[in-house]
């Protein structure tokens, strides 16, 4: 089964409970359920930072404040519809699976169409619903609701990460079940102390208290398809440490790729056979200055950087680290990258520019890149970029970097020799999962020689995507993924 993404709520104009006959059709009655979530989920069970804990035993403070908030207002909105509302800070997984059971088997018998409301700590990177001592996932829903056998519900789900509940429905594609989420899958919703949960707010008429008069993320809806029902950059942000936590947490997957111009980031990550076993690291310095004195520190504790990327219209950097990588490593600073000299032990293994100097990570040591030829050049057009790129090729290198220098209008390309020359670039318009082009292009080449993305970047003149795949066994089921940045 191929995966969905679930379309813009708003594009759909879903969410409102005011037309709610219009986005969640349903022939029979509704009956509500509202459920909130613990306080303090187990310490296993990650949560955004953004959405406070309280501690253990607490029953004070803001995550209760918003909590009430929310239930009041979704009480306001519904009025008789409601079967139940369930709110105890300690409750438990089972408790929940209780009360969820007994509301689909008396929707069952009362011929209601179930609609079954969340608010409270998402787990990350599922969107699971939290409770004292476990979670809920949206598939032991879909399960429960088939040993009822009552109707499909309709999910909505104020929590973070909530939009990995919406691509599961759709994928699913069973009518009747479908959820409309607060955020997208690698977001975390927002709540105000003083109102509530921003989706909450949204659904019950009280958009006037929102930026925009629509939550600050993008809420999503699983009727209709992202393809069909974009999402905007302006409502997708995220902060850049929880947007890499939440693709590497818990998991053998690592950052293999970052570019980020004017607050947008494209990334790759992947498992990597060497490196699984190793920490890393990652966060963003606001100069230069300030990184060089974050480095310092970090090669004492054993670090060095794999991936380093500034962002040219805030002079930001973001910076990927991981333990032992290499034994040696630098950045060196130029404006010429015709004039940088390596030594036979070093190489260069990341690259980034900010005001028309390079920075480049120069480490030894790092197996791929070792005692390996490599080439750098700078084009201005991208028809002399292709033709470099080939002839480079021809000598055995493949891509292994690329930046764009704004103020010199012309691209930087690290090019290294390689035992696999197994690899295919690619500009596109776009880089999303709407364009049928770019679709076509990585399931022939994933299909034909089992490559995986190891380059995307939006070239800062012109808005087109250098797409690079590439042949490399150490690697095994890569994401890519972009975002819009806070930072």
């Not at 950045?331 to 004039?339: A, E, F, G, N, V």
Request: glycine residues 6%; proline residues 3%; negative net charge.
């Amino acid at each position: 089964m191929s995966l969905k993404y679930a379309g813009s709520a708003i594009e759909q104009n879903a969410g409102k409970l005011s037309n709610i006959d219009e986005w969640s059709p349903s022939s029979k009655e509704r009956r509500w359920l509202l459920i909130a979530g613990c306080s303090h989920p187990p310490a296993k069970v990650a949560t955004s930072e953004r959405r406070e804990r309280e501690p253990k035993g607490a029953k004070t403070g803001k995550y209760l404040q918003g909590i009430n908030l929310d239930l009041f207002n979704m009480e306001k909105a519904i009025g008789h519809t409601l079967k139940n509302k369930i709110q105890n800070l300690e409750i438990t997984k089972s408790e929940a699976e209780s009360h969820i059971k007994k509301f689909f088997s008396f929707c069952k018998e009362n011929k209601f169409k179930p609609m079954l409301y969340y608010t409270g700590h998402g787990e990350m990177p599922t969107g699971n619903w939290c409770f004292s001592d476990g979670t809920i996932g949206i598939e032991e829903i879909f399960e429960c609701v088939q040993k009822e056998g009552c109707d499909y519900p309709t999910i909505c789900s104020d929590s973070c990460y909530s939009g990995t509940w919406a691509d599961y429905c759709i994928t699913k594609g069973v009518n009747g079940f479908e959820c409309l989420s607060a955020c997208k899958d690698n977001q975390s919703a927002f709540d105000h102390q003083e109102c509530g949960g921003e989706l909450t707010l949204y659904m019950t008429g009280n958009e006037d208290k929102l930026t925009d008069g629509r939550p600050t993320t993008e809420p999503l809806f699983s009727r209709g398809e992202e393809k069909d029902f974009p999402t905007f950059r302006k409502y997708s942000k995220v902060h850049y440490s929880e947007f890499i936590k939440y693709y590497t947490h818990d998991s053998k997957k690592m950052l293999i790729w970052q570019s980020i111009h004017n607050r947008h980031i494209f990334t790759v990550f992947d498992s990597h056979e060497q490196y699984n076993n190793r920490k890393k690291l990652f966060f963003t310095s606001p100069s230069y200055k300030d990184l060089s004195q974050k480095l310092k520190q970090q090669y004492k504790e054993g670090f060095k950087i794999s991936s380093l990327s500034c962002d040219q219209t805030t002079g930001k950097f973001f910076v990927y680290m991981v333990e032992e990588y290499g034994t040696f490593q630098t950045i060196i600073q130029s404006t010429d990258p015709d004039s940088l000299f390596l030594d036979d032990k070093s190489s260069v293994t990341s690259c980034t520019v900010y005001n028309s100097t390079y920075y480049f990570v120069v480490t030894a040591g790092v197996a791929e890149f070792d005692g390996k030829d490599q080439e750098i050049f700078t084009r201005q057009s991208k028809k002399d970029v292709d033709k470099e790129i080939k002839k480079q090729k021809s000598r055995g290198l493949i891509i292994t970097s690329v930046c764009y220098n704004v103020d010199a209008k012309e691209c930087l390309v690290v090019m290294t020799e390689s035992n696999n020359t197994l690899q295919e670039h690619a500009w596109f318009s776009e880089f999303n999962k709407r364009d049928d082009k770019l679709n076509e292009w990585e399931n022939d080449l994933v299909q034909r020689n089992k490559t995986v993305y190891t380059i995307v970047f939006e070239d800062p003149s012109d808005g087109q995507f250098l797409c690079v795949m590439t042949c490399d066994n150490n690697r095994n089921g890569y994401q890519c993924r972009a975002a819009s940045l806070y930072d």
